[in-house]
């Protein structure tokens, strides 16, 4: 964990305020359209930036994975990076169904010339139903400038070296990191979202939803919850402590190793070149496959998958892509799903343009 972190905290990251010092220039963005798209990406396709790839593996010890230890992680709870100021209301629910999102992985990424952002992480949480993430994608291109609502949701935090919740002196990894102070009491169902309701009868239970403290409930609680109220009536006895979170309330645990994609062997994506992908059962092509084989490059999308292909082959395990610099890209597996630069919103603060920075691959662990 130790050396994935020194990795991921080494990155070189272009800060925001780096354009502060130029002059202010009006945001034209491009015509819209599928032609915009490819004119956004098409530049640059031959031009790879630095990557950096996230591989999950299980931990050695659950303890690494703790919140002072700033890990980058997948599944489990989250290891929130400010434990007490945690995203409540509708910011934590399905804007679809209204249910709790769970979480799916964070990433600490801080910038280092920036002091406010010493430490800086990303956490990406999603609704577990597919019927909302299939209505998340349609109206996110019905309303591509308006605030549609999300099943899937992305929450960035940073705090500067000297905070209330963490040393300002680099850690130790000997067993002896703490934080300076606890976190916010949360949900003993999700073990996610602040716990702010209260169960009324044996005042001990927390939850974030009424759901959760039904399943809680359901689920064992009705038992513990007449055991506390007894014990609490005995003023020798030991309370219980109220039953902790169900492991398969949430996805399992992993942790994100850190690589560069320039590490892997590019020529090991050989066969899954459009090309390749043709003449690996077939060998030298006729004249017929050799016009199939022309029709399948001439096409956007095929060729945007062949070339998708090959990257992610370079590295099949990965589930995250990570790179903040200027001319960074995410890595589409269709052109027809491109978005040009019209189609990303502006900054809902100071309504200046939208970077990438990470993208998300198939987690098949979880």
């Not at 200027?326 to 799903?337: Q, T």
Request: glycine content about 6%.
């Amino acid at each position: 964990m130790e050396s994935s972190a020194k990795k991921l905290s080494s990155l070189r990251i272009t800060s925001l305020d780096d354009d502060d010092d130029e002059t202010e220039v009006p945001h034209q963005p491009p015509p819209a359209g599928p032609s915009a798209a490819a004119a956004d990406y098409d530049d640059d396709e031959d031009e790879e930036v630095d990557v950096t790839l996230g591989v999950l593996s299980k931990p050695k010890h659950p303890g690494l994975l703790l919140r002072h230890l700033f890990p980058s992680k997948a599944g489990g709870i989250p290891a929130w990076l400010d434990p007490v100021n945690l995203p409540s209301g509708k910011s934590s629910c399905c804007g679809f169904c209204g249910e709790p999102l769970q979480f799916v992985l964070q990433i600490y990424a801080p910038i280092d010339d920036n002091v406010a952002a010493f430490h800086r992480a990303l956490f990406v949480f999603m609704c577990p139903s597919m019927a909302c993430l299939l209505r998340d994608q349609h109206e996110q291109w019905k309303h591509k400038h308006g605030n549609p609502c999300r099943s899937v949701k992305v929450f960035r935090c940073q705090l500067p070296r000297t905070n209330a919740f963490y040393s300002a002196q680099p850690l130790k990894h000997d067993g002896s990191d703490k934080p300076l102070c606890p976190g916010a009491p949360v949900c003993h169902w999700c073990g996610t979202w602040k716990g702010d309701k209260i169960c009324s009868s044996c005042k001990k239970a927390r939850y974030c939803s009424e759901k959760h403290q039904a399943l809680h409930w359901r689920s064992g609680h009705k038992n513990d919850c007449l055991q506390i109220i007894s014990s609490s009536a005995a003023s020798n006895s030991v309370v219980p402590a109220v039953g902790k979170v169900p492991a398969r309330t949430s996805w399992p645990e992993f942790e994100i190793e850190i690589d560069y994609e320039g590490t892997f062997d590019s020529d090991s994506g050989d066969e899954n070149n459009s090309k390749s992908l043709v003449m690996q059962r077939h060998g030298k092509p006729d004249v017929m496959m050799q016009s199939w084989m022309d029709q399948f490059e001439a096409d956007a999308d095929n060729k945007c998958w062949a070339s998708f292909q090959e990257r992610v082959s370079r590295a099949p395990k990965q589930v995250l892509r990570y790179c903040r610099e200027p001319n960074a890209k995410p890595l589409w597996a269709l052109s027809s799903g491109c978005l040009s630069n019209a189609d990303i919103p502006s900054c809902s603060y100071c309504r200046g343009p939208l970077c990438y920075e990470f993208q998300v691959g198939q987690i098949s662990s979880l």
